[in-house]
Antibody, heavy 122, light 107 residues
Framework: QVHLVESGGSVVQPGTSLRLSCAAS????????MHWVRQAPGKGLEWVAV????????YYTDSVKGRFTISRDNSRNTLYLEMNSLRSEDTAVYYC???????????????WGQGTLVTVSS | AIQLTQSPSSLSASIGDKVTVTCRAS??????LAWYQQRPGKAPQLLIY???TLRAGVPSRFSGSGSGTDFTLTISGLQPEDFATYYC?????????FGQGTRLEIK
């Protein structure tokens, strides 16, 4: 059974940094591209970033380019999102999600983790 | 970036009704569209991919159609567990984008 568990969410001040983790189990992590998607309180879904199976290819939404870094450790079955220079508008639940069937990163997402809440506030 | 516009933004319906949600893309995305259901306080769950392929385990009352710029999600015979918010997502090119969501409420 595929399982994704995010962690690392917290309340932080603007301008600070935070690292989110997504622990994967139930599948061969190294064969799956992975995404981060976020959802601000009461709002819709916003795609954040994607990383290829081997970690060599990454894409970001414009609003986080230069501030966020997606990475993975296939030996630990873990996905990361390093977030720097956090802003109030980064406040959201952050979900990790898998691209199924060893497909390329540009794809549908299934499943999603339960999410971890990041609150950026002074 | 490709914009996805869902309509309606909210919808009231009764148990047993048939409802349709529309997702319009700002440019041709071929068949590269997925639909998700999100219940309050939960993560989104995949319903349909490639515009019309039903994910394994999803009830057959859900169906999707369309290609190019116009897509629909239809739920035939609403059940209590179907009252949720629905999102479309395009994966034709980066950045991946989502529609703004359609909230389906009980009438």
């Amino acid at each position: 059974q595929v399982h994704l568990v995010e962690s690392g969410g917290s309340v932080v001040q603007p301008g600070t940094s935070l690292r989110l983790s997504c622990a994967a189990s139930g599948f061969t992590f190294s064969t799956s591209a992975m995404h981060w998607v976020r959802q601000a309180p009461g709002k819709g879904l916003e795609w954040v970033a994607v990383i290829s199976k081997d970690g060599n290819n990454k894409y970001y939404t414009d609003s986080v380019k230069g501030r966020f870094t997606i990475s993975r450790d296939n030996s630990r079955n873990t996905l990361y999102l390093e977030m720097n220079s956090l802003r109030s508008e980064d406040t959201a639940v952050y979900y990790c999600a898998r691209v199924p069937n060893a497909a390329v990163g540009l794809n549908w997402l299934d499943p999603w983790g339960q999410g971890t809440l990041v609150t950026v506030s002074s | 970036a490709i914009q996805l516009t869902q309509s309606p933004s909210s919808l009231s319906a009764s148990i047993g009704d048939k409802v349709t949600v529309t997702c319009r893309a700002s440019q041709d995305i071929r068949k590269f569209l997925a639909w998700y259901q999100q219940r309050p306080g939960k993560a989104p769950q995949l319903l349909i991919y490639d515009a019309s392929t039903l994910r394994a385990g999803v009830p057959s009352r859900f169906s999707g159609s369309g290609s190019g710029t116009d897509f629909t999600l239809t739920i035939s015979g609403l059940q209590p567990e179907d009252f949720a918010t629905y999102y479309c997502q395009q994966f034709n090119n980066y950045p991946v984008t989502f529609g703004q969501g359609t909230r389906l409420e009980i009438k």
